[in-house]
């Protein structure tokens, strides 16, 4: 089983930037396809980017895409999320999860996740 620890959240003004890292370690993450989901306060669990195992297909949330880019390093076994031009509606809990197959958008195709990570932007 592999386990996943995010980092890299905070505090940050509109219009700022952040990188979220995603560590796996255990047993290596290098087949698993990798996820970013967000959870704001009150609201549900939403898809924000994924990356396939090869690294070669990336997909993105409709309120993401443009601003932010996920990447991976498999011989470090890190999955990276580079968020750009950030919003207030970006804040909430970024969580990284790890699946082997299903639809890259859909939580509950994701195996395994890490405890998040929060991301608060003020305006």
């Known amino acids: 089983q592999v386990q996943l620890t995010e980092s890299g959240g905070g505090l940050v003004q509109a219009g700022g930037s952040l ?23 009150g609201k549900e669990r939403e898809f924000v980017a994924a990356i396939t195992g090869s690294g070669w297909n990336t997909r ?11 990447s991976r390093e498999n011989d470090k076994n890190i999955v990276y999320l580079q968020m750009n031009d950030l919003n207030v509606e970006d ?24 405890p998040g990570t929060q991301v608060i932007v003020s305006s």
Do not use: K
Not at 19 to 41: D, V
Not at 60 to 70: A, E, L, M, N
Not at 101 to 112: A, F, K, P
């Open 91 to 114: 804040t909430g809990v970024y969580y990284c999860g790890a699946g082997r197959g299903g639809t890259l958008g859909n939580s509950q195709t994701y195996d395994v996740w890490g």
């Open 19 to 41: 990188r979220l890292s995603c560590a796996a370690s255990g047993r290596t993450h290098e087949r698993y396809r990798m996820g970013w989901f967000r959870q704001a306060a």
């Open 60 to 70: 993105y949330g409709d309120s993401v895409t443009g601003r932010f880019t996920i």
